[in-house]
Structure formats: C-alpha cells, structure tokens
C-alpha cells in the first residue's frame, strides 16, 4: 500500500472566530495572462435570484470560508507534523471535501510534494480518475506555478486561495511562487542550462509522437 | 511498498542508428523569459582544451545523445505499458542515470504524473534528498509549465529535451506545453473561476507564515 499523503480531517483547530468579515476578490483567468470579471459564477447565481440578492452572496462566502479554513488549518498541521512548508489544499466537489492535505515535502523527500499537487493526486485516486472537472479547490496559498500547472491538468473548474505569494516569499520561499497567477516574480530565474537537441535529434524526438497516436487515448 | 513508478533500464530499443547528425541549441534562462547563450557550461570547456577543441565537444553530444535516446525509449516504452502518454525522462548525476521514467497518469490515475516530474519524485527518492543541484534532467519533449516548475524546485542543474512541445501539440496535446519555456501557448487559457480571500480571510491565510516560521526548515 502506498503510503498516504493526506491527513484525515482532524476537529477543526480555533480559528473560525478569526474568520469574520471575509472579503472576495474574483477573477476568471482570460488567455494571455488577462484577468478579467465578466464570468463570475456566483455573479449569475445573483442574477437567477433577484430577490433574495443578498442571501446568496453570504451562502457562497459562508460555503467559501468553511473550506478555505480546512485549507488554513491543513497548512498549521503540516508544519506541526513536521511533514513540510506551511501549505494546505483541500478538493471540494459537491459542496463534500474529497481530500484535505498539506505539503508533503519533507515527509515525502519529494519536492513535488506541494499542497495542491498532493491534493489532486489523492482527490484522482479517491475518486478513481485522471480529470476533476466536478471539482473545486482551495488552497491557503497562490499556487506556484507547478502547483497551477497541476491545476489545469486535472481540468478542477474553481480556484480559492488565501494567502498572497508575498507573504510566504517574505519568509524565504522562492518568489517564482508568484508567477503562475500574476506574473510578478521570474518563473525562470533559474540559472540552469537548457538544451534542445536540433537536427536528426529532434526528428526522433518528434517522431515518438507520430508512431504512437494510435496506442493511447488522449487526454 | 509503494508501486514503482519508473521502469527499470531495459536493453535499448532499436533506435541508436537513428541518432546521427545530432544537432543541438543551448540557451541558459535568464530572469524574463529572456533566453540568452553566454554562459554556455561546454563552451567553457572548450576554452579550457584549446588545442583539442572538437574532442570535448563531439563528447558532450555523445553523451547527450546516449541519455536523450533513453528518455526517447522510455517514451515508447511507456506507451507500450498503456501507462500514459509518450513521454519520458532520465536523470543523470555524474554521467550515470539515477532513474529512467515514463508519463504514468493512466498507470496512476494522476494527471500530475508526467515524465519529469515521476523521474523527480524518484531520483529524490532513490537519492534520499528534496534537491538535486548535482543531476542534469533529459526529456524526450520540451517540459509543461507544470514539470518545468518541479525541475526549477528541485534544483537540477541541466535541462535536455528532444521534442518541442509543437510535435505534442499536433496530435492533441494541451498546447500550454509550449509555455513554460517559449510562452508560445496560454499558460492560463483555462475557463477557470479564480478567486483570492480578502480582508480578514487573506490576513488569516497570510498569517500562516509568520506564525509558523519558526517551526520548520527553509527549503
């Protein structure tokens, strides 16, 4: 049996008190690094419901706010356990948490091991597939940009995030952090060495995918 | 136990022949997706070996030519299994393959086990250490924003690959491969609902980190 990357949802740690007051920004990621407002999905639950307008807003922040908060109570836990960095992610589908889990990885000696991507993977096998496009997720934190990478992968319909990039960075993690959502760090700062094989090279490279699109299904 | 990921090192398929005439273009990134060719580690070597200038560097394409012709096997390989998709990737330390590994998503049931990043869960693994600064990565396909975010996390010193992300593209592929390294694609095309806590909800989430910095290790 693999060894499991998430935790059980353990009785909630006290901060719900701190929760008031909850405030939204929303943003639907247009093509080419846009942010726009023109789709927002509880915008059209508003529409649908003229008038009980009010009722709705608080029933999504409310909604919002209970899972946002097993996000922020995964990220304590993960650093009590010891297990990694201050990160927690939950996968939410039909208003019931799929997965609850935090970074993994110290835990795991896997650096690939971030809240997000150990919550998609979890939620995948729980659920027994490779798309979750019936699901939502929350995560204290950004995303990074493996972390959103993962994200779109899993086709997950709907991103709640807490914390700003900036505050993890200013306590030492990698600012690249901030590129996936909003581009304001360097994604590819990195000092390392890139190198495309060119010529006969790159023609067997590419040739791999030619001679086995008939093998597999797409996805 | 948990399941291996990675094939073992099989004799190699009938490819070798194939690998004449090796071409190759390096850039090493620099911050803003800039590309740039001064820092070029075999150029260095040259300069080193004046007076054997061609030996060092047809050694470099030997080399790169031999782990390549592996991730390009393991991309066969994989589809052969019916693990996933037709991508593979080998990390080298000091000119010996640490793991040699395929896309496993159909294998696992998760979208996040692309080549790369199942060949770095491994070698951190197998190497018993979140960072791999001393291990080059090859890849028989220019990485996704999602794996090129795991090569950037663990460190790896050197990135190879075959294919560009096109090759993939033109049979299916999710055409946000081509952004992690030329920003050729849309990285965030997807229809996805983003949403940040504000006010009280941002500051909890934000304060994760101050409260918690204390209790782990920077990595």
Redesign the interface.
């Known amino acids: 049996?693999?060894?499991a990357q998430c935790t059980s949802l353990s009785p909630p740690l006290s901060?719900h008190g701190?929760?008031?007051?909850?405030?939204?920004?929303?943003?639907?990621?247009?093509?080419?690094?846009c942010f726009g407002v023109s789709?927002?999905?509880f915008g059209s639950v508003l529409d649908a419901d003229p008038g009980h307008g009010k009722l709705p807003l608080v029933s999504v922040q409310d909604r919002?706010?209970k899972f946002?908060t097993k996000?922020?109570e995964e990220?304590?836990r993960g650093?009590?356990c010891?297990d990694?960095?201050?990160f927690g992610a939950v996968v939410v589908r039909n208003d019931e948490v799929v997965v609850s889990c935090h970074n993994m990885?110290?835990k795991?000696?896997?650096?690939?091991?971030h809240a997000e991507?150990t919550a998609?993977?979890e939620a995948?096998?729980k659920l027994?597939?490779?798309?979750l496009s019936d699901c939502e997720i929350y995560a204290?934190?950004?995303p990074?940009?493996?972390?959103?990478?993962?994200?779109?992968?899993?086709?997950?319909?709907?991103?709640?995030?807490?914390?700003?990039a900036e505050?993890?960075i200013?306590?030492?993690?990698?600012d690249?952090i901030a590129d996936?959502?909003r581009g304001t760090g360097?994604?590819?700062?990195?000092?390392?060495?890139?190198?495309?094989?060119?010529?006969?090279?790159?023609l067997?490279?590419?040739q791999?995918?030619?001679?086995?699109?008939e093998?597999?299904?797409?996805?």
Chains 1, 2 share one sequence.
């Open positions: 049996m693999e060894e901060l701190q929760f008031d007051g909850f405030l939204w920004s929303v943003a639907v990621i247009n093509p080419g690094f789709k927002l999905r919002d706010h946002l996000a922020v990220a304590y650093v009590e010891s990694g960095g201050p990885v110290l795991h000696t896997d650096p690939t091991a991507v998609i993977r995948c096998k027994g597939k490779i798309e204290s934190c950004e990074c940009p493996m972390c959103f990478g993962a994200v779109h992968l899993s086709r997950i319909k709907r991103l709640v995030y807490g914390a700003k505050a993890a200013a306590i030492g993690f990698d690249f996936a959502l360097y994604y590819q700062k990195a000092n390392m060495e890139i190198k495309k094989a060119d010529g006969n090279g790159a067997l490279a590419e791999v995918f030619e001679k086995t699109k093998k597999f299904q797409m996805y």
